[in-house]
């Protein structure tokens, strides 16, 4: 699996946001983009999965595996994402949000097992009939991550999934995403302005002007 971005860019009232981005990401490979606030980073993530708003322009090419997604539908992209903040529904247990990502074709009993073995492999065993609110903000970070994985994502998006975790969690939840996404062989991307949330490898810098430095 490939997630390649070839020229991409983005306008607002014709003024570019960033300078062109180009950028092959491997199978189990974690690219990095960062920059400060207001540079584009989310706005960039928006234009890959397919919700970019309509006041902003799209140029360049996005391709998944070898094929362009920017006219497919957001919900048939097979791209996932995982956000800074968790977005557990509140009204479900744990096992009812992970549920959430599967496919309905599944039966009952094979999510019943799906949910199990990934509460093990995040070591949340006998978490399914917990309520969030019970849950610590490092529990609900796996969970939300367990939800995005679940789907079966092709490629997968991180919008600074770690900014809201105090220090001391932070390194045990980076090690777990970055972990899962080698263990499920995807390619992803992840916008940050910590550079201590950056893994080794591909990494491009959006300057204040909207430069782009590829590292």
Do not use: W, Y
Request: aromatic residues 4%.
């Amino acid at each position: 699996m490939v997630l390649d971005l070839n020229k991409i860019q983005i306008t607002l009232n014709a003024t570019p946001l960033f300078s062109p981005i180009s950028l092959m990401i491997q199978a189990g490979e974690v690219a990095t983009i960062m920059g400060p606030s207001g540079c584009g980073k989310s706005t960039l993530l928006s234009a890959i999965c397919g919700n970019l708003p309509n006041i902003f322009q799209l140029t360049g090419d996005v391709r998944l595996n070898h094929r362009s997604v920017l006219t497919v539908p957001m919900e048939q992209r097979r791209i996932g994402i995982l956000f800074q903040d968790d977005l557990l529904f509140p009204h479900l247990n744990i096992a009812e949000n992970l549920a959430f990502a599967l496919p309905e074709k599944l039966s009952r009993s094979a999510k019943k097992v799906k949910i199990k073995d990934a509460l093990d492999l995040a070591d949340l065993s006998g978490f399914g009939k917990r309520d969030p609110a019970t849950l610590s903000g490092g529990q609900r970070a796996r969970v939300s991550l367990l939800r995005s994985l679940l789907a079966e994502p092709e490629a997968i998006l991180l919008d600074e999934p770690f900014s809201k975790l105090d220090q001391q969690l932070k390194g045990q939840i980076r090690q777990f995403v970055f972990e899962s996404i080698r263990t499920m062989n995807i390619p992803a991307l992840l916008v940050t302005h910590d550079p201590r949330d950056c893994p080794e490898g591909q990494m491009i810098n959006l300057g204040k002007n909207g430069d782009s430095n590829v590292g």
